[in-house]
């Protein structure tokens, strides 16, 4: 209850039982903690982990984590914890794979089986994972857009151009707000009413845009999209 209840950290409780007379050292309580999870919380994180692969969709991110000391030695102070969930219809599974770098090889393992929707951000190793169908998101296509603006002056084409681009975002975004409270046969098919053209409208938008502004060696790049 101290430790995770009320996120106190073990030398506190340690000194909490000192104040009672008790002598149980933090040393005590982390093997207490790593036993408990190895006997009891492993085997659901597995089960959570096998339900997970065999979802329509997972969501992945990453985040970096400081770590002080290394039990396998490693001086590498900047360790990654990888986050994977499924799709908010779905019963809620949301799992944390911590692992000592960013490397391919992390998530790759851990979706090892997975044959689903992938949604990542831009993040190259996510690209680079095999036999899934990869899903972008649109809040973090929208951010390139607004750093775009912040770094143009104001009336320039580009800064133009990108304004554009982010008003037909927002628009996007108020319409689907509509469809929460759908089934998700309604949704769909509001989705590929009012939706569809709008993305084709920005579809063509970005096609443009690249043609203006970006090296001829970033132009053509593929962008598809599915509302089905």
């Known amino acids: 209850n101290d430790k995770y209840a009320k996120a106190l950290p073990l030398y506190r409780i340690e000194q909490s039982f000192a104040n009672i007379g008790a002598d149980i050292s933090r040393q005590t309580m982390s093997n207490w903690l790593l036993k408990a999870s190895d006997k009891y919380l492993s085997p659901i994180y597995d089960q959570m982990k096998s339900d997970l692969i065999t ?3 997972i969501h992945a991110d990453e985040t970096r ?7 396998d030695g490693s001086d590498n102070i900047q360790s990654t914890m990888w986050l994977y969930r499924s799709g908010h219809i ?7 794979d911590y692992q000592p770098g960013r490397k391919q090889e992390y998530p790759e393992a851990f979706l090892d089986g997975f044959a689903g929707y992938l949604q990542s951000d831009g993040y190259q190793v996510y690209k680079n994972i095999t036999n899934v169908t990869q899903v972008g998101c649109l809040a973090h ?3 390139k ?14 800064a133009k151009a990108s304004a554009q681009i982010l008003k037909m975002i927002a628009k996007i975004f108020t319409l689907d707000r509509k469809t929460e409270n759908l089934s998700l046969d309604d949704k769909q098919k509001y989705r590929i009413y009012h939706l569809t053209p709008l993305f084709d409208e920005l579809y063509n938008e970005l096609d443009e845009a690249s043609k203006k502004f970006l090296p001829k060696s970033a132009v ?9």
């Open 90 to 96: 779905d019963d809620n599974v949301i799992i944390y």
């Open 55 to 57: 979802r329509d969709i």
């Open 141 to 143: 296509g929208r951010r």
């Open 145 to 158: 857009f607004t750093d775009a603006l912040k770094t143009m002056g104001k009336k320039t084409e580009g």
């Open 220 to 228: 053509g790049k593929a962008i598809t999209y599915n509302l089905n």
């Open 65 to 71: 984590v400081q770590v002080l000391n290394h039990q």
